[in-house]
């Protein structure tokens, strides 16, 4: 079974702060999505990188594909309220197109 | 244009009671993933349709799950008879499944938020 474990699950930070979350397994990929979800609705996919290395900035957030692509970070700069939310990796095995997704990190930025 | 249209959006429910949740996926889209979210066990996917055929059940938890897909712009998933611990949001999902990497972008609906008491 393959798993993406995701860290920290919780994190709690201040307006104007950085942070990374990390997205880990032990299989490789063929590509990889972060999602984020607001409460009451469905993920909306952030991004997707494909090529192991690649590194993907949308405004304020920074996304990396390891080289081997079994892990991937997301790192925000300057956080802001607005940023708050559950950040979701995910994975795609290749041969289909199904998702398995990370456990998640909750993410409160507090103004 | 519209999105992964899903209904009820709330259901509360007697244990035992049948449960059908709809899906309305993305015109156009041909590929169809029914999902379960809960604290203790995250994003889980329950089952996955290419062009109306179910091609990966694994994730269904028991036989009192089932799901179908008729045609290519509606599908249900049933429960029966349910029980509390299935109580969780059921989100349904589409794509348009292309050729090599990267090409999986999932569109969710906003959930069906299930409680059966």
């Known amino acids: 079974t393959q798993l993406l474990e995701q860290s920290p699950q919780f994190l709690s930070i201040q307006e104007g702060e950085n942070l990374t979350v990390y997205c880990n397994s032990s299989s490789v990929f063929s590509s990889l999505q972060w999602y984020r979800q607001e409460p009451g609705e469905g993920p909306v996919l952030l991004v997707t990188?494909?090529?192991?290395?690649e590194v993907k900035k949308l405004k304020r957030l920074t996304f990396q594909f390891g080289d081997a692509r079994k892990d991937s970070s997301l790192h925000i700069t300057a956080a802001q309220p607005g940023d708050t939310g559950l950040y979701l990796c995910a994975g795609g095995p290749g041969a289909t197109n199904k998702l398995i997704f990370g456990t998640g990190t909750l993410l409160a930025v507090q103004p | 244009d519209a999105g992964v249209i899903q209904s009820p959006r709330h259901e509360v429910t007697e244990m035992g009671q049948e449960v059908t949740l709809r899906c309305k996926p993305i015109?156009?889209?041909?590929?169809l993933f029914w999902y379960r979210q809960t604290m203790m066990r995250g994003l889980e996917l329950l089952i996955y349709?290419?062009?109306?055929?179910?091609?990966?059940d694994s994730g269904m938890p028991e036989d009192r799950f089932s799901a179908k897909m008729p045609n290519a712009s509606f599908s249900t998933l049933k429960i029966q008879p349910s029980e509390p611990r299935d109580s969780a949001v059921y989100f349904c999902?589409?794509?348009?499944?292309?050729?090599?990497?990267?090409?999986?972008?999932?569109?969710f609906g906003e959930g069906s938020w299930l409680t059966v008491v």
């Open positions: 349709f290419n062009n109306n055929v179910p091609i990966d």
């Open positions: 990188v494909v090529t192991g290395g």
């Open positions: 015109s156009g889209h041909n590929s």
């Open positions: 999902a589409s794509s348009q499944k292309g050729s090599g990497r990267g090409r999986n972008t999932i569109y």
